[in-house]
């Protein structure tokens, strides 16, 4: 399956096109255009939906079907709102790669708002493939229907991202006893303000991380009452935070 697409039984084509000029013909990439033409056998005249991941869904009518350079023109523009949610996660990256992927799609999947790879002191592999990742969530994206992108950014530090921090709700996951960490799935959760939860490395934050997040306004949180992986936890915080 092409990376970019999603063909859908009973609808139409879904692809992915960044930032198109929606004023005249577009032309598509030659990886889509190959899948359109070659893989689809779509001709001229039939349509398809593009979106650019900013809640813009696009009908569009094939003009030229050349499977380097096919051309599209767009004949209706429908903008769909977005998650009221606003969710983000600053989530540790983990050694194992593949983990790490798994939860960019699901969280995708979930309607988060926002991902942030974070490197914190016992955080194993710092080593980020940017395209890669954002390609993840573009395929997840258009595999779940959906016309909004998560924000991805490259990694950042840990003490960066909690002085930065600029949500109305702002909580912290750690596996450490503390008489003040309450369980989030029983906090008030405000679906109108932005919300953060950090997420720590396989090794847990460090005893100074987390006093530097209560001193900037984090909630101590426990996601259950197993311990769970880096990736798992950061599922389970953006299902119950979308709650």
């Given at each position: 399956?092409?990376?970019?697409s999603f063909?859908?039984?009973m ?20 990886e889509?255009s190959?899948h ?9 005249g ?21 499977r ?7 004949i ?7 998650s ?6 600053a989530?540790s ?5 593949s983990r ?19 490197v ?14 954002n390609?993840?969530l573009?395929?997840?994206?258009l595999q779940?229907?959906?016309t ?5 950014h ?7 991202a ?8 702002k ?7 503390e ?5 989030l ?8 303000t ?11 934050f460090?005893k ?7 001193q900037h ?13 880096t ?6 915080a ?6």
């Open positions: 399956m092409n990376l970019f063909f859908y039984s609808a139409l084509p879904f692809f992915y096109i960044e930032n198109p000029d929606v004023k005249n013909s577009i032309v598509l990439s030659e889509t190959k359109i033409v070659q893989v689809l056998r779509m001709q001229n039939e349509q398809l939906q593009l979106t650019d991941g900013k809640g813009n869904l696009f009908t569009a009518e094939i003009t030229d079907n050349n380097k350079r096919c051309a599209v023109s767009i209706q523009t429908i903008n769909q709102q977005g009221t949610a606003n969710i983000s996660i989530i990256l983990v050694k194992n790669s790490f992927e798994w939860f960019l799609e699901k969280a995708t999947e979930i309607g988060v708002t926002e991902i942030i790879p974070l914190c002191t016992r955080t194993e592999k710092q080593h980020f493939r940017f395209e890669r990742m390609g993840i573009i395929s997840a994206m779940s229907q959906q909004w992108l998560p924000l991805l490259e990694p950042v530090k840990y003490n960066d909690i002085t930065k921090a600029v949500q109305q709700q909580f912290i996951a750690h596996c450490e006893d008489k003040d960490k309450v369980q799935a029983g906090q008030p959760i405000n679906k109108s932005g919300k953060l939860i950090l997420i720590g490395p396989e090794g847990d460090t100074e991380e987390i006093d530097m997040a209560l306004g984090f909630t101590p949180v426990a996601l259950g009452d197993t311990r769970l992986r990736e798992t936890a950061g599922i389970v953006a299902v119950l935070l979308t709650q």
